[in-house]
């Protein structure tokens, strides 16, 4: 498994919270991601916070091994996201991840992921002058590039604002909770 070192970013909303950014890029499981994204095709017709092509909501569950990677990525992930000393007899559980593609001015309307522990957003590409990931609370703009990992608190609001790009934006989102 690919050793990924995070930085830390907090970001004063009511009160402040860890944003935790880091840099994963392995080119051969983008690949697979990006062509597994394109052959699920929309199965949300637009209809969920993501206004752009979305996947299935568990994707982990599929027989394309790149997903399984990704999450047994993400619960390593969030073992070392927990403060030690702090819910040590909890185990961090998927309850979901998807992939999605946006073209041109799509975007993401503004929500959280609440009761989840943990959100996150893996960036499998940026193509230029695509939009960024966007906190309004705090009015921030988190910038990513390609090979972007980010995690955040599940109930801090983000979303993706309309604008106009050339070729397609590939990411990956899901929600982590800490399960006894």
């Not at 970001?11 to 991601?33: C, G, H, P, R």
């Not at 990677?69 to 927990?82: M, P």
């Not at 979901?96 to 929500?111: N, Q, R, V």
Request: charged content about 25%; glycine content about 4%; aromatic content about 14%.
């Amino acid at each position: 498994m690919d050793k990924i070192e995070f930085d830390t970013l907090s970001l004063k909303v009511s009160t402040e919270y860890n944003i935790f950014t880091a840099q994963w890029v392995n080119e051969k499981l983008i690949e697979d991601l990006i062509l597994s994204i394109d052959k699920s095709g929309d199965k949300h017709d637009k209809k969920t916070n993501v206004k752009a092509l979305m996947t299935d909501w568990q994707m982990w569950k599929t027989n394309e091994p790149c997903w399984k990677v990704v999450a047994d990525q993400v619960i390593n992930i969030c073992k070392t996201l927990r403060p030690k000393g702090f819910y040590e007899n909890m185990t961090p559980c998927l309850t979901d991840m998807w992939g999605a593609m946006y073209l041109s001015e799509e975007k993401t309307i503004p929500h959280d992921h609440w009761p989840s522990t943990w959100s996150f957003c893996w960036y499998l590409n940026k193509p230029e002058d695509s939009p960024d990931l966007y906190f309004p609370e705090a009015d921030y703009t988190l910038p990513v590039t390609k090979g972007t990992m980010v995690f955040f608190p599940g109930w801090l609001r983000h979303e993706v604002k309309s604008k106009p790009f050339k070729n397609k934006r590939y990411m990956i989102a899901g929600n982590v909770r800490l399960l006894p």
